[in-house]
């Protein structure tokens, strides 16, 4: 599947953005899809993601409580709801998606194929 990631921006410490990840494909549904992000000097790291056919999302620790995953297999659309942003959370964020993603890769950027081109999020203090 192509995806695009859009709804990046500014916010200020303790804020909200919503994250959106357009996809095409006509078995999106059986895809699981994750969202990582990389902050400036850091490494890739694992966000939040959904498995196959499974509306059941996994999170980071360090999001967890904060962020929100969400897709709507109708519209091909997976989303990131991102509240009580932290300095911390800045970094460009990718979508992935996977059709042979099993369960125990979902947090592994290895378990993917397909990868949007990310979009940049910054969080002031």
């Known amino acids: 599947v192509q995806l695009q990631a859009y709804g990046g921006g500014l916010a200020h410490a303790g804020g909200s953005l919503r994250l959106s990840c357009a996809a095409s494909g006509r078995t999106f549904s059986s895809y699981a899809v994750g969202w990582f992000r990389q902050g400036p000097g850091k490494e890739r790291e694992f966000v939040a993601a959904?498995?196959?056919?499974?509306?059941?999302?996994y999170y980071a620790d360090s999001v967890k409580g904060r962020f929100a995953m969400s897709r709507d297999n109708a519209k091909k659309m997976v989303y990131l709801q991102m509240n009580s942003l932290k300095p911390e959370d800045t970094a460009v964020y990718y979508c992935a998606a996977g059709s042979r993603t099993i369960m125990s890769n979902l947090g592994r950027s290895a378990g993917y194929d397909d990868w949007g081109q990310g979009t940049q999020v910054t969080v002031s203090s």
């Open positions: 959904m498995g196959r056919n499974n509306v059941i999302a």
